[in-house]
């Protein structure tokens, strides 16, 4: 009866608490709710960007915000490079930049046009990485 009473007690602690706590409250409050209607509210986890900082001291560059060109992405990883690398060796300004899908895309090159940044990867970097791709940007942006 004693162990009983004990487990009762303890059972209602943990209700006190969690009410205290908040956790019986709903995630969305009322005034939020319309808002979630209309489509301006989304609550969804899809709508969190969650951006993996370099470590300090990254050899990997980041990306000119209003870059536009060509460059090469030699490759791409679910996870970072680590900094010592062959890749960081082998090229000196290899740019990283986390895509939408998490990915992390590393880059070499800088090129005005894309006829000129195919000839440099079919000549120098086919060779060494498995699936070179040529990627345009504008102002920052990949197109």
């Known amino acids: 009866m004693k162990y009983l009473f004990t487990l009762l007690f303890v059972f209602l602690l943990n209700i ?3 009410q205290s706590e908040g ?9 939020e709710k319309d808002s979630v209607k209309s489509g301006i509210l989304r609550p969804t986890a899809t709508d969190i960007e969650i951006k993996i900082k ?3 001291g990254y050899p990997a ?3 000119p915000e209003n870059y536009t ?8 990883s679910d996870t970072l490079l680590k900094d010592t690398s062959e890749v960081f060796f ?11 899908s998490g990915t992390f895309s590393y880059t070499v090159g800088d090129f005005k046009d894309e006829p000129s940044a195919r000839a440099f990867m079919e000549t120098f970097i086919k060779p060494v990485y498995q699936e070179p791709r040529v990627i345009k940007y504008e102002n920052g942006k990949r197109m």
Do not use: C, Y
């Open 16 to 18: 006190i608490f969690a």
């Open 23 to 31: 956790f019986d409250k709903p995630l969305i409050k009322n005034s």
């Open 54 to 56: 370099k470590p300090e």
């Open 61 to 63: 560059k980041d990306l």
């Open 69 to 76: 060109g060509f460059r090469i992405e030699i490759m791409a």
């Open 90 to 100: 082998r090229h000196g300004k290899v740019v990283m930049e986390q895509l939408e």
